[in-house]
Structure formats: structure tokens, C-alpha cells
């Protein structure tokens, strides 16, 4: 069975990825031995720093000061696959209910290829501190990201940037272009002003009192509609249960304030206006069957069906772009690199090696 994608095909295999093993075993040694969607299974607890959750490679930790206080930045930094070095490094972006490790395949395919890849998890998320006061921006993080790069003497390197990390790519390229080799965006959100279009304005402690509401249930039913396009597979609740486990944790209430001071960073600076401005060659991935748009909920009812277009969103953003190349995933939602991983893996060292 093949998937069609618009500029080529490749194979599907419907097989669940092997690398999703270690995760379902993590699930099982902390309490969780059925991973099923039931709400009355048992269900991993993890500090708000991630503690408990092991990742797919050995994780470092940068330390630096920002905003008068020392943080730390979690990454991994994983070697070429041996004799296999090409010279070059991939920098990969997760997205806002993302995290480092969710890049797991994809690390895996860049790793065999020959590719260096570092895939950090930003401030406020995941196994990062988590302030409890920070001035979020794209410009803060993209800072905090160079000052990684730096101090890992990488000059210069690929970006990938999923989702939210496709506009902290964006804003990267457009502060470091210099740094930059190529931009590929997979799915990235921000192709859209929402607030121009009509979403109102959200407060911080209105997203906070929703985050607080964070249940595992809430995080499935979400991504199973926005990111793998009305469709489950087994292989995704590991990283649904990432998420909830640290909402179940003591550290609640700072990962819940983090995420509502990165939803309000996400929704009051777009990119959108930027795009014409990059100046680094360019890859648009795109799920067709994508509908993400932050604060769609917030919304009046009649705008919401007009948010997310990702089809209509991916050609202005290409258009857009100097010189960018789409790519699209026709019956992919908002992840294809999680959903199909072998094609889109595929698809991305294509992209790369042209």
C-alpha cells in the first residue's frame, strides 16, 4: 500500500516502528502496563522537569544565564552512525506539545545517514527548567538556541522545526541567517495572524486555568483530531502519556504557567508577517489534513472552521517564501513525521541530499 504525496511516492509500512519499544517498556517500569486509551488504566507520574522519563539517547544539559537567572537546557547531541560522517549537522525543533525525544525516528534516519543531529528541548519545556518568571519570545529562544550551537562549536547547520519549532526555526534564520545551511519546516504553525483574523485576545491566567485541566484524555482526543487526522495508533500514547505524566506530578502548577506563558508567546508573535524576509533555501512539509490554530477555541464559532487551512496555508507560505519548495502529505495531519515516519524520513534526506 502507498501513500501518495504530491511530488513522489513512497512506500507505507504499516508496521508499528521498533523504536517506539523502549518508550512502551519506559511506560511499563513506572506503573503504566497498559497503554491503552482506557482512563482507568495506571498512568506514569514524572517530575516537572521530565525526571522519569528516559530518552532515546543520553541527555546533556547547557547551562547559562538569562533574565538574571541560571537555567538549563536539556539536548541530546548524537553522532554520525560510524564512517558514515557527511560534515553536516541537523538541529532539530520540536513543537509546543512536543519534546525532544518525539524526534526519535526521525534522529534515527539522520543519525544512519551520516548527519550529526542535535535535538534540544527549548526553556519551559520538557526536561528544560521551567522559570518561574521569563520573558518568552522567539528572539529569546532562538538566542538561547545559538548560544547552544556555540557552545557545541556548530557554525553552521540544517534546521528542522516542527509546529511551534517551525517558528522558532523561522525566527532563527531570520536573526542567524548566516548560521543557517537550510530551513525545512514541517507543518509549522504561525502561517496565520489569528488575531488579525478575528481570535481574541487570551490572558495568561486564562491559559493557565486551562492547562491546569491537562489530563491525558484531553491531550489524546486533541492530537488524535489535529495532529494523525481523526485516526489512532497504539505507538502514539507513550508521548501522550509524556505529557500528562508531568501533570500528574508535584511540579503541576510551574509546567501548567510555562505552557500558558509559551501559548500566549505563540499567539501574539506571528511570523507570518516575516516570511517574504528569508533568505536561506527553504522546505514547506505540509499535512494536508491539518487544522491547527491556536485559540481556535477562543474563537466565534463561524470563524473556526476558516482557521488551520493547511492546504490553502502551506501554498501562501510557499508563495511566500523566496524560492521555497512545498512538499505535501495529503492524508497527513499536523505530524506527519510521526504518523507516516519511514516516508517522511524518506522524504527529508531526499530533500536534503538535493
Not at 536539556?74 to 552512525?81: E, S
Not at 519570545?137 to 528542522?160: C, E, G, M
Not at 519549532?165 to 536573526?175: E, K, P, Q, V
Not at 500566549?264 to 516575516?274: A, C, F, G, R, S
Amino acid at each position: 500500500m502507498n501513500l501518495p504525496i504530491k511530488n513522489a511516492l513512497f512506500p507505507l509500512n504499516r508496521h508499528q516502528m521498533a523504536a517506539f519499544v523502549g518508550a512502551f517498556a519506559l511506560c511499563a517500569a513506572v506503573n503504566a502496563p497498559a497503554l491503552a486509551a482506557s482512563p482507568s488504566a495506571a498512568e506514569p507520574v514524572y517530575g516537572p522537569m521530565l525526571e522519569g522519563f528516559t530518552y532515546p539517547h543520553p541527555v546533556q544539559r547547557f547551562e547559562f544565564a538569562s533574565q538574571r537567572q541560571t537555567l538549563r537546557m536539556a539536548y541530546m547531541d548524537i553522532a554520525p552512525a560510524q564512517g558514515k560522517g557527511n560534515g553536516q549537522t541537523a538541529v532539530l525543533l520540536h513543537g509546543k506539545n512536543f519534546c525532544g525525544a518525539t524526534w526519535e525516528t526521525t534522529i534515527q534516519a539522520l543519525h544512519g545517514a551520516g548527519y550529526r543531529v542535535v535535538a534540544p528541548d527549548q526553556i519551559g519545556f520538557c526536561k528544560s527548567s521551567k522559570p518561574q518568571a521569563y520573558q518568552f519570545s522567539f528572539d529569546q529562544l532562538a538566542l538561547n538556541t545559538n548560544d547552544l550551537l556555540k557552545s557545541l562549536h556548530i557554525d553552521k547547520a540544517i534546521l528542522v522545526g516542527h509546529s511551534t519549532g517551525g517558528m522558532l526555526a523561522i525566527r532563527y534564520a531570520l536573526n542567524y541567517p548566516d548560521h543557517v545551511a537550510k530551513l525545512v519546516l514541517v507543518d509549522p504553525i504561525g502561517l496565520e495572524d489569528w488575531r488579525a483574523k478575528g481570535v481574541p485576545a487570551v490572558s495568561v491566567d486564562q491559559w493557565y486555568k486551562r492547562e491546569l485541566g491537562t489530563t491525558a484524555d484531553r491531550i489524546r482526543n486533541y492530537e488524535r483530531n489535529t495532529y494523525f487526522a481523526g485516526t489512532w495508533n497504539e505507538k502514539y500514547e507513550p508521548w501522550v502519556q509524556m505529557l500528562a505524566g508531568m501533570y500528574r506530578g508535584a511540579g503541576k502548577q510551574a509546567v501548567a504557567w510555562n505552557s500558558a506563558l509559551l501559548y500566549d508567546m505563540i499567539l501574539t508573535q506571528p511570523v507570518y508577517y516575516d516570511l517574504p524576509r528569508l533568505k536561506v533555501p527553504t522546505t514547506l512539509i505540509i499535512g494536508d489534513k491539518d487544522n491547527t490554530a491556536i485559540g481556535k477555541e477562543y474563537a466565534p464559532e463561524a470563524l473556526r472552521s476558516s482557521l488551520g487551512n493547511y492546504p490553502q496555508l502551506g501554498k501562501a507560505a510557499a508563495a511566500a517564501i523566496p524560492n521555497a519548495r512545498l512538499i505535501e502529505f495529503p492524508d497527513a495531519g499536523h505530524s506527519p513525521q510521526m504518523q507516516y515516519p519511514e516516508q517522511f524520513n524518506s522524504t527529508l534526506l531526499k530533500d536534503l541530499a538535493s
